[in-house]
């Protein structure tokens, strides 16, 4: 996890890999994404993805297909 959102930006701008982006204040992260875990799990089967979990559900790009 970090609140460096300069890294943050660098990343979902050229995902390499798979990153899951938290939308939700701290110390709501792991309720947040227990709570959508069923939705991001298929996500991760892409090769380069960001994920954003928040409250409102989750949200996947592919930035280099």
């Not at 979902?12 to 899951?20: A, E």
């Not at 991760?44 to 409102?56: C, D, F, M, P, Q």
Request: charge should be positive; include cysteine; charged fraction near 25%.
């Amino acid at each position: 996890m970090t609140m460096d959102q300069e890294f943050s930006l660098r990343r979902r701008k050229h995902s390499i890999g798979r990153h899951v982006w938290l939308r939700c204040p701290p110390p709501e992260a792991a309720a947040c994404l227990r709570s959508n875990l069923g939705d991001v799990l298929p996500y991760l089967e892409r090769a380069n993805v960001v994920i954003t979990v928040s409250n409102g559900g989750v949200t996947a790009e592919t930035a280099w297909e």
